[in-house]
């Protein structure tokens, strides 16, 4: 809701993670699960079954996700405005 209330009120045409900040998390994600139980031998839905990499598991407590979900870190996002340089409607 967060994000559509900012886009209709500073009228932004599109939010998208910047790639940078997805791959460091990506990153992170993959060392936190290192030696834990998910990246075992067997095959699992949560693993991608070509690299071995955990794709369907927060690297945290569903507590800590709640809280992630909170506050957007717009910061973390590419926001593409309208109207900026046109005279587009």
Not at 1 to 15: G, L, P, T
Not at 23 to 46: I, K, M, P, R
Not at 73 to 86: F, P
Request: with cysteine; net charge negative.
């Amino acid at each position: 809701m967060q994000a559509i209330v900012k886009m209709q009120r500073d009228q932004i045409r599109s939010i998208e993670v910047k790639q940078t900040i997805q791959d460091a998390f990506n990153n992170y994600v993959q060392e936190v699960h290192q030696g834990l139980v998910w990246t075992g031998a067997c095959n699992s839905w949560y693993k991608d079954r070509l690299t071995g990499r955990v794709t369907a598991v927060w690297p945290g407590s569903s507590i800590h996700f709640m809280e992630m979900l909170q506050t957007p870190r717009w910061e973390d996002y590419e926001l593409q405005y309208m109207n900026v340089g046109t005279n587009e409607a």
